[in-house]
Nanobody, 124 residues
Framework: VQLQAFGGGLVQAGGYLRLSCAAS????????MGWFRQAPGKERVFVAA????????YYADSLKGRFTISRDNAKNTVYLQMNSLNAEDTAVYYC??????????????????WGQGTQVTVSS
């Protein structure tokens, strides 16, 4: 499975971005898809995940209400809509795919495939 994330950039605090991650290599609906982020000097942490059909989603508690994950299985793409961005959201954002048994599994080790990451920088 190959994943390519894009859509990051520089945005002012209070603004929004939409990240996309295009997948290839096997049937897209095989995998749970997740988004993680890693700030400088910190470990990679869970952001959101979505089930194979898209019917179930799960978010890091601190991001509920601001971030929305979605997927289009016909386009082999997963999205992350990020609203009301603040400086603490600055990080490299990674998409991930895997045969994760639970959408609520926030452990990065549960995912098998990773994209290259896309930088999100929020200026205050």
């Amino acid at each position: 499975v190959q994943l390519q994330a894009f859509g990051g950039g520089l945005v002012q605090a209070g603004g929004y971005l939409r990240l996309s991650c295009a997948a290839s290599g096997r049937t897209f609906s095989t995998d749970v898809m997740g988004w993680f982020r890693q700030a400088p000097g910190k470990e990679r942490v869970f952001v959101a995940a979505i089930s194979r059909s898209g019917g179930r989603t799960y978010y890091a508690d601190s991001l509920k209400g601001r971030f929305t994950i979605s997927r289009d299985n016909a386009k082999n793409t997963v999205y992350l809509q990020m609203n009301s961005l603040n400086a603490e959201d600055t990080a490299v954002y990674y998409c991930a795919a895997g045969l994760v048994s639970r959408v609520s599994d926030y452990n990065p080790a549960s995912y098998d495939y990773w994209g290259q990451g896309t930088q999100v920088t929020v200026s205050s």
